[in-house]
C-alpha cells in the first residue's frame, strides 16, 4: 500500500527534473524563465504530499487526494500553453527545451492521475470487500 507515495515522490522529481530543463533552455536562449519554474514548485508539492503520507499513514488518504489534485493542476497548467501556442502558430517557434519540458508535464501528470483513479478505486473496492458491501 506504499506505493503510491513513493510513485507522488518519483514524479515530483521529474517534475523538478523537467523545470530544470526548462529554466536551462530559457537561459541559453536569452529568455526570462520565471515560468519554467511551475513544474519545479508542483513538484517539491508533490515529494512533499509523498513523504508525508510515508511518515503519517493515517492521514495518506487526504494526503493522496491532494497529490491527485495537484497532479491534475500539473496536467492543466502543462497544456495551456501547448494549445496556445497551437491557436496561434507559434509552437514550431518553441525552444525543444520549452517543448520536451512542457510536454513532459502534462505526460506527467496524466500518468499520475491514471494511477491515482486506480488506486483510489482500489482502495474502494478492497474497503466494500472488506464490509461485505453492508451500507
Request: charged residues 10%; without cysteine; proline residues 3%.
Amino acid at each position: 500500500m506504499n506505493t503510491m507515495p513513493k510513485i507522488t515522490i518519483v514524479g515530483g522529481v521529474i517534475l523538478i527534473v523537467l523545470s530544470i530543463i526548462g529554466v536551462a533552455g530559457a537561459i541559453s536562449h536569452g529568455k526570462t524563465f520565471v515560468t519554467a519554474l511551475i513544474p519545479f514548485v508542483l513538484g517539491d508539492i508533490l515529494v512533499v504530499l509523498g513523504a508525508l503520507s510515508l511518515k503519517m499513514p493515517l492521514q495518506r488518504k487526504h494526503f493522496m487526494h491532494a497529490a491527485a489534485v495537484v497532479a491534475l493542476l500539473t496536467t492543466v497548467l502543462g497544456a495551456m500553453p501547448l494549445v496556445i501556442r497551437t491557436l496561434k502558430g507559434s509552437i514550431a517557434d518553441a525552444a525543444a527545451t520549452t517543448l520536451i519540458s512542457i510536454g513532459g508535464m502534462v505526460i506527467t501528470g496524466i500518468v499520475l492521475l491514471l494511477l491515482y483513479v486506480r488506486s483510489f478505486t482500489a482502495a474502494r473496492k478492497a474497503r466494500e470487500a472488506g464490509l461485505g458491501m453492508i451500507q
